[in-house]
């Protein structure tokens, strides 16, 4: 598969269903990052990418130039999309229609696409991270792309 090009809409995200699933493990946070490899390998992306499992690191591995910088970029975006329980990408892209939902919240949080969140049975119980694209919408993607190849290989 071709590296995309992607653009993304309020309105497109919003409107994804979020990836909930029966249960998501140690092993299954390995499956996805080996995925997620393959992913920044075949689009020969400049990432980092890391899976959290509730507040403990579960998976990093880093390529290219990506480095400690990307790892607290990731760090960021996780506790945005904590926060509003979505995806970094939609959270940045309500901040550029309305600053006011970032207030109250310090630079710590990175309102930039790359981390989307992992339900499990409608809790939100994990997290996958990627940094190092200078178009955080293709830190997106490839986050985006890994968890839609993990989910439909559990559904084969």
Not at 30 to 41: D, F, K, Q, S
Not at 76 to 105: C, I, N, Q, Y
Request: charged share 30%; with cysteine; proline share 5%.
């Amino acid at each position: 598969m071709a590296r995309p090009d992607p653009t993304y809409t309020i309105d497109q995200l919003e409107n994804e269903p979020p990836v909930d699933l029966p249960q998501f493990t140690r092993d299954d946070s390995v499956r996805l990052g080996e995925i997620a490899i393959a992913v920044i390998r075949e689009w020969e992306l400049d990432l980092a990418v890391d899976i959290h499992i509730g507040d403990e690191l579960a998976f990093r591995a880093q390529f290219g130039s990506t480095g400690q910088g990307n790892a607290d970029t990731m760090a960021g975006k996780r506790l945005t999309a904590l926060h509003f329980g979505h995806s970094s990408m939609l959270a940045g892209l309500e901040k550029e229609a309305d600053p006011s939902v970032a207030d109250g919240l310090d630079d710590r949080y990175k309102f930039w696409g790359g981390c989307i969140p992992i339900f499990v049975r409608g809790e939100l119980a994990a997290t996958i991270s990627t940094s190092g694209e200078p178009n955080d919408r293709l830190d997106h993607a490839a986050a985006e792309e890994a968890l839609r190849r993990f989910v439909a290989e559990r559904s084969s």
